[in-house]
């Protein structure tokens, strides 16, 4: 009986504290996700797309609006790249807790500096983006200024457990600058290194080691390459030096394998983000990408 | 949320800078258009080898039930603008410019509010809007997965059911999506009319219940239902389109049951390289009062009591198969049983003429067609397709329908998203 209560107790402040800090977070891609489990490792995160989904291209289907109904606080990428869905999610939810005027809507690529921002944009150019390159995650640099940003709403959402957050982020912001660190020097002989990819999902990643892209296979942002136009990067690149054809696990890899043997580089897949690949969390999606772009040399 | 002091202190000087500190890094664009505007045109080609006016035994048809137009036609432009009003409400109007028969007429089809502040998982909507009544009614006629609308929208609905009125929605705090929802409106759209009960006579309950199987499976199945009372519904009648079109009314009651099945695929759920969406929708209409009819030159009319009882399905399964191309297969039916008494009528030669040309006449016809489509989407803003259709709508001895569609949408401006 006495070990009944003790045990009893024991699930019961369990089950309280649990509750102390457990917010419902809705992070629209996985890396966002990751991030905030970093941060609030109580808390029940929900990623509304994997990383073998293109999250320009998810629907608000009802699993979604299930979620984003009970969510406290919502991560997206923003800068429109959820502009297919989210619009059309977040009126659905009937949750005012995050909708886009509140703490608990974080657009993740809005709250730092993008590259690839255009002055005109066209629908003839493609799936681009006024805003600017939406897929800042890949570099470390700005996903820690992100973090930053994250742990200040987290303090507004849940302020009773800002003390949590705030030290979450120190110890975070701690490993991860030393992670960076180790990156860099692993990474110094990709230095000025030329890589092709399918979409434009790797710029922030590539400004952050000083790789540089020669050409994408999509045409345009969001059109997805025919033979011919592979024949045409074929004769554009022949004999130019290419570290290695990239492609995310979302993305079909026929075109990229073909181009690549054309070429006579290798076609690496990196996984984009947590969840594919191997990568299990924010550090083993760097290192594996970092390790991969390493050995295709 | 958890403390409204602590939240309005800290807003201020920590959410909101890092908001303000965003927009000097760099500005979106969706913010610098305000209403978000965006124009669809829905335009083609139809060929039918049947030239008689379009009919289907015993659902004498109402609201936009007609075909496309013949011919090279445009069949609709929208103008869409929408935009968040403030901080706690939405607001979204569709304009529909059709032209018929050389005209251009403008309609309202929807004007609304929506609330995005309401707590609890509740949502309020006010206005004019596509009744929840259904799967496909609340989804604009260009996102379609076919160039028509199925028959059972067609006999039925009038093809699409947009009243003006009220809508209160609320979404359980569930795994599982269940929501539940009730509209109260005017009661003028077809198969209602006549604004009955001082423009309060039309009622809709919904419920919907979804989720996802694994990664690749995504399903909603639906309920809804409708009642209105003592309607005066204004219908076509067997000779719509041509010549002066009589005085055909139905007075009295109706209500429409219906269950909706969607069930969507895709490898991992990422849809863009192949999808598969596969739809089902079941109504049951009942009307039950007076029907009227009067011809053009006022030389043949007569009335009665009907009861009605009509149902019809569809099943369609559309498949991406490569990326931008698709096809798809549906097929529709209907039933009705209409039952008459107290039938009387002057120029006519029996109660059977009279019951013939208002269109109420089902003579064991079960209404049917078969639909193959195939449609290239360049991108998410232009789509083209080509349909053929065969239909056996029409009453015994006549010809079965054979029909073309040749069909471009094209979305111009901020285009919003879609709904599952």
Partial sequence: MRSFIKLASVALAGLFSAQSWALNIFACEPEWGSLAKELAPEATIYSATTAYQDPHYIEARPSLVAKARKADMLVCTGAEMEVGWLPVLLRQAGNPRIQADQPGHLMAAEQVERLEVLQKVTRSMGDVHAGGNPHVHLDPHRLLQIAEVLRDRLMVVDAENSHHYRQRFVDFAARWALAIEQWEQQAAPLKGLQYVAYHKNFSYFAEWLGLQRLATLEPKPGVPPSAKHVQKLHNLLEGQSVLAVLTTAAQPTKNAERLARKLNSPAVVLPFSPGAEGAEDLYSLFQISIDRLLAAR | ?420
């Fill in chain 2, 1 to 420: 949320m958890k403390n409204i002091s602590v939240w309005m202190a800290a807003s201020a000087a920590v959410a909101f800078s890092s908001v303000a500190d965003a927009q000097n890094r760099g500005r979106i664009s969706s913010t610098e258009f305000n209403p978000a505007i965006s124009l669809i045109l829905d335009a083609g080609l139809a060929i039918y080898d049947n030239d008689e006016d379009y009919e289907i035994a015993g659902f004498p048809l109402g609201g936009e039930a007609g075909v496309a137009e013949e011919g090279f036609a445009i069949n609709e432009i929208e103008l869409v603008g929408s935009a968040d009003v403030d901080d706690k409400f939405y607001g979204k109007i569709t304009l529909g410019i059709h032209q018929d028969e050389g005209e251009t007429e403008l309609d309202i089809e929807e004007a609304f509010f929506q609330t995005t502040a309401l707590p609890h998982g509740f949502t309020v909507k006010g206005g004019k809007f596509f009744s929840e009544l259904g799967y496909l009614n609340v989804h604009h006629k260009h996102a379609w997965d076919f160039a028509d609308a199925p028959l059972v929208y067609r006999a039925l609905l009038g093809r699409q059911f947009n009243d003006t009125g009220l809508q209160a929605r609320w979404i359980a705090p569930t795994e599982t999506f269940l929501e539940v929802g009730a509209e109260w409106a005017r009661g003028d759209a077809f198969p209602t009319g006549g604004s009955p009960q001082d423009g309060r006579g039309s009622a809709v309950l919904f419920a919907h219940i979804g989720g996802d199987i694994g990664a690749s499976n995504s399903w909603q199945l639906g309920v809804s239902h409708l009642q209105a009372d003592d309607v005066v519904t204004e219908l076509g009648g067997h000779s719509h389109g041509g010549g002066d079109a009589p005085d055909n009314e139905f007075l009295g009651d109706v209500t429409i049951s219906g269950v909706d099945f969607v069930y969507k695929w895709a490898p991992n759920g990422n849809a863009k390289q192949r999808n598969l969406k596969i739809q089902a929708e079941y109504f049951v209409r009942e009307m039950d009062g007076e029907f009227e009819f009067e011809d053009a030159a006022n030389a043949e009319s007569g009335d009665g009591n009907i009861v009605a009882d009509q149902t019809g399905w569809y099943v369609q399964a559309v498949y991406q198969f490569v990326p931008r191309w698709r096809v798809g297969l549906r097929y529709d039916q209907l039933d009705s049983d209409n039952q008459f008494s107290n039938v009387s009528f002057t120029g006519f030669g029996s109660a059977d003429d009279l019951i013939e040309e208002s269109g109420w006449a089902d003579e064991d016809v079960k209404p049917a067609r078969s639909t193959i489509m195939f449609d290239y989407s360049n991108s998410e803003f232009s789509r083209l397709r080509l349909q053929y259709s065969t239909e056996d709508s029409r009453h015994p001895g006549e010809e079965k329908d054979q029909q073309i569609f040749l069909q471009y949408v094209y979305s111009l401006g901020s285009h919003g998203a879609h709904r599952f």
